[in-house]
C-alpha cells in the first residue's frame, strides 16, 4: 500500500483549512444523511452481493447496458481488479496517481501485451489529456485504462460511457467521491465494453460494497444537483497568486494544481510549517514518481482561504531567506 496520500489531517491538531485533498468541499451531505436516516435496517442485513441495483441505475442514465457497468467499493477496488483481471505490461505515463503502479506490482505480468494507464483529468497536475491524443495513444496498446474520477471537476471534454463501451479496448473508471464529495462511502464505477466486463466480474468480491454505500449511491445518482461544481476561475486565481510570490505552478484544467518552491528548502518542510503554525494542509507531491522534494499540490478552496495560504507561503519564503546562512567571500583573505 502506498503512504503519504493527501488528507492526512491526523497527522496535525487544529486543520482548518485543507488544500492537501482534491476532492471539492463546497458541497452539503444534509439530504444525503437524512435520506440514510430512514433506513437503519440496512445495517442489520447483507448488502446485494454485486450492486445489481445501483448498476441498473447507472446504466440507464448513461444510456447503456447493466452488462457494462460494475460498481466497485471506491476507484481504488476498480483499479486493482482492473490489473488483477488483465495482467498486461503497464503503461503508466509520470507523474500521476501512484495507485496504478501499486496494483500492477502486486499481480505479476503474463502477458506480452500493453496496458496503459491515464488518469484524466491528471493527478497531480491537472492536465486533461484531448480526445485526440488518447486516440493516438490507445492505437498503440492493447488496452487503455481511463481514470475519469476527476472528470467532472474541469470544463474540457473528456470520453462519455456511451463512446467508451463502444470500444472493444476501453476501460473507464468513475468516481463517486470524487463527483459528490463522500470519500467515507467508498462507492465508484467501472464502465467498459460488455466483454471486458465480463472478464471484470469474474473477480469481484462478494458484498464489496455495503449496503448504506449502495442505497447512497441510488440516492445520489437522482440528484445531480448535489454534484461538485468546483470554481474554476478561483482556481486561475490562486494560481496566478502563487505565481507572483515566486512558487512555479503548471497550468491546470481542474481545481488543482502542481508547485515548486524554489531553494534549498522542501515541500515537506512548507508542509509541516503551514500545518504548525497556520493550521493549513497542503500535499506534499514529493512521492509521485518523477517529481522532486520540492514539489506540492493544493486544490483551490474558498477565495479568503486561498488568500490565506498565500499570505502564509510567502510568510515562509521570507523567513527561510531570512534564516539562510550567509555565504562568505574567503577568495580576499590576507596571507
Not at 446504466?59 to 481504488?76: D, E, F, H, N, W
Not at 473528456?158 to 463512446?163: D, L, N, Q, Y
Amino acid at each position: 500500500m502506498i503512504e503519504g496520500h493527501g488528507d492526512d489531517a491526523y497527522h496535525y491538531d487544529g486543520i482548518r483549512s485543507d488544500f492537501s485533498s482534491n476532492i471539492c468541499t463546497a458541497t452539503s451531505h444534509r439530504s444525503l444523511m437524512t435520506h440514510l436516516a430512514a433506513y437503519p435496517e440496512l445495517l442489520a442485513h447483507y448488502p446485494e452481493p454485486e450492486a445489481w441495483s445501483l448498476e441498473c441505475i447507472l446504466a440507464r442514465q448513461l444510456g447503456i447496458s447493466p452488462k457494462c457497468v460494475i460498481v466497485t467499493s471506491g476507484a481504488t477496488e476498480a483499479i486493482y481488479l482492473i490489473a488483477q483481471t488483465f495482467r498486461y505490461k503497464a503503461v503508466i505515463p509520470t507523474p500521476t496517481f501512484s495507485e496504478y503502479e501499486d496494483a500492477c506490482r502486486c499481480f505479476e505480468d503474463k502477458e506480452d501485451r500493453t496496458m496503459l494507464w491515464l488518469c484524466n483529468p491528471n493527478n497531480p497536475d491537472g492536465h486533461v489529456y484531448s480526445p485526440a491524443d488518447i486516440g493516438r495513444m490507445a492505437d498503440e496498446h492493447d488496452l487503455v485504462v481511463l481514470d475519469q474520477s476527476y472528470e467532472h471537476y474541469t470544463d474540457h471534454a473528456v470520453m462519455s460511457p456511451a463512446e467508451a463501451v463502444r470500444l472493444p479496448h476501453i476501460i473507464q473508471i468513475h468516481s463517486f467521491t470524487k463527483t459528490y464529495a463522500v470519500p467515507g462511502l467508498r462507492l465508484g464505477y467501472i464502465t467498459a465494453h460488455e466483454n471486458l466486463s465480463e472478464a471484470l466480474r469474474c473477480n469481484l468480491h462478494p458484498w464489496s460494497v455495503s449496503a448504506v454505500a449502495i442505497e447512497a449511491g441510488k440516492f445520489l445518482a437522482e440528484h445531480d444537483e448535489l454534484a461538485c461544481r468546483p470554481d474554476l476561475t478561483e482556481t486561475q486565481r490562486l494560481r496566478q497568486r502563487l505565481m507572483a510570490i515566486g512558487i512555479d505552478v503548471l497550468p491546470t484544467q481542474t481545481n488543482f494544481m502542481l508547485c515548486r518552491i524554489n531553494g534549498s528548502v522542501t515541500a515537506a518542510d512548507l508542509k509541516d510549517y503551514l500545518a504548525r503554525c497556520h493550521h493549513l494542509l497542503i500535499r506534499d507531491a514529493s512521492n509521485f514518481r518523477g517529481l522532486t522534494p520540492q514539489h506540492f499540490r493544493v486544490a483551490a478552496q474558498t477565495p479568503p482561504e486561498n488568500d490565506d495560504l498565500t499570505a502564509a507561503i510567502q510568510q515562509f519564503i521570507q523567513q527561510s531567506v531570512t534564516l539562510r546562512p550567509k555565504k562568505h567571500n574567503f577568495d580576499n583573505r590576507e596571507a
